[in-house]
């Protein structure tokens, strides 16, 4: 496998999942060969300053310990093919938005780019590695076009599904739950998984890499995306019980979170769930199921996306109803734009969707977030909702980027917490109070701040879950 190096490993997609996977492994395996490809020009050349194309915590310091030594990124993708050994394929799968399956099935068209352009290229034997989310069988597909192309090479697929979290996912792949390796049951694909195996052994236990046949593989990423977010709409349907009925949702997830069978993770409640792999993978999920004639179960799945938006349109609607039915010119200080904190991700964010709703109420719009561009906003805003300067007339006077949060809140009437970073928690309050229209009214979506304390400033606070005091007395 080459004479300097123990394994040589090409990533063809230098996003937010091939970026990370590949810089920790050249991290852990200094004696394995890592290029990051992309044909993106101006994507390699962020990679390689200091201000790396994705913002993720560690991560600049462990692209840079590693960067020039047995870490690159290129962008001549038919040379880093013929010197790989392994190639992982990490490249965008986004839900289709026009033919059959619009709306629910995965395009992966660029996977099925990448495996003919490997078939083209390469001159010996590969190891292919499925790395992006992708339905259930889609290595056939890249086995069958691999195979109508060997040239006399051998290629083996694999499926290794990533389990990152945006936000943490340097810590993720640091210190993994588990690996999953899935491939063929046959000698080759036993002994093509046992080398990608030997890889992760670097670091990872050898009892935390779970090696399966590739469907197995394949499908346990889109139902582990599927129950993490199950387990989100499970309990923002509770949140709306809770506001009607004068229950606390933050109460209810301690008591049902301390079961032990349940368990406490992903039971915060909040505007609702974002990013790039939830909605995708249970819509993946949604269509799998209708091929396969299990519409009930299709159903089931589909409800989990029903109650997010169903979460996010209600969060739109308290915020015109508590204003008097009216946000119309009256400036709304919009805190957080990323679909979590710790990320500059904006893909089905929520935020957009109250920003969105928003607009049509025609409201002033003040944006801040950390980390989101407003060039980001846009493309994003223009892909998921169909917002454009083409069809919305003074869009960019209707929605404003801001500096700080605290010139985004100058003269609203009304702020809401859509993000849940950590420096809104330390924010001064009573400041952005003084500066603010009367009554100032705050919607905390994340349930981040100290509702009472912000009560005792003379907000009038509306929070996701939480029973409004004018509503119900003793709470």
Not at 11 to 17: I, K, L, R, S, T
Not at 154 to 183: C, H, W, Y
């Amino acid at each position: 496998m080459g004479e300097d190096w123990e394994v040589k490993i090409l990533c063809m997609g230098a996003g937010y999942v091939g970026g990370p996977t590949m810089a920790v492994i050249a991290k852990q395996c200094p004696k394995v060969r890592v290029v990051v490809g992309d044909i993106s020009q101006k994507q390699i050349d962020a990679w390689n300053t200091d201000q790396l194309p994705i913002y993720e915590p560690g991560l600049l310091e462990v692209v840079k310990e590693s960067r020039g030594r047995n870490l690159f990124f290129s962008t001549d993708l038919d040379k880093e093919i013929q010197e790989a050994d392994i190639i992982f394929i990490s490249v965008n799968t986004p839900t289709k938005t026009q033919g059959i399956g619009a709306g629910r099935a995965a395009n992966i068209k660029n996977c099925e780019l990448c495996a003919r352009q490997i078939a083209k290229v390469a001159k010996s034997n590969k190891i292919v590695v499925e790395k992006s989310t992708v339905p259930v069988r889609t290595a056939s597909a890249i086995q069958r076009i691999l195979k109508s192309n060997e040239n006399g090479n051998s290629f083996q697929v694999l499926s290794n599904p990533e389990f990152l979290a945006e936000g943490t996912a340097i810590k993720d792949l640091m210190n993994p739950d588990r690996v999953l390796i899935g491939g063929q049951q046959t000698p080759e694909g036993i002994k093509a998984a046992e080398t990608l195996v030997s890889v992760y052994a670097h670091w990872v236990p050898r009892d935390q890499i779970l090696t399966t046949n590739l469907w197995s593989s394949e499908l346990s990423k889109l139902v582990a995306n599927a129950f993490l977010a199950q387990r989100v709409s499970s309990i923002n349907s509770i949140s709306a019980l809770c506001e009607a009925t004068g229950a606390d949702v933050t109460e209810i997830s301690r008591a049902v979170g301390m079961d032990d069978r349940i368990g406490k993770r992903f039971l915060q409640s909040s505007v609702g769930f974002g990013g790039s792999c939830f909605q995708k993978d249970i819509l993946n999920l949604v269509y799998l199921c209708e091929t396969y004639g299990l519409n009930e179960c299709a159903d089931y799945w589909r409800q989990v996306i029903a109650m997010n938006d169903f979460q996010k349109k209600r969060f739109s609607e308290k915020v015109v109803s508590s204003m008097f039915n009216t946000v119309t010119g009256k400036k709304i200080a919009i805190m957080g734009y990323a679909f979590k904190k710790d990320t500059g991700d904006v893909r089905e964010t929520p935020s957009m969707f109250v920003v969105r709703d928003l607009i049509q109420e025609n409201a002033k719009i003040h944006i801040y977030d950390p980390q989101v561009s407003r060039e980001d906003m846009w493309t994003e805003m223009a892909y998921t909702c169909g917002v454009t300067h083409d069809n919305t007339p003074r869009l960019d006077e209707s929605v404003i980027t801001s500096a700080d949060a605290y010139a985004a809140c100058d003269g609203a009437h009304a702020l809401c917490i859509l993000t849940e970073w950590d420096e809104f928690k330390t924010l001064d309050y009573k400041k952005i109070y003084d500066s603010m229209a009367k009554p100032a009214f705050l919607f905390d979506g994340r349930l981040l701040l100290d509702h009472k304390a912000l009560r005792e400033i003379g907000f009038e606070v509306h929070a996701i879950g939480k029973p409004d005091p004018n509503k119900f007395s003793g709470v």
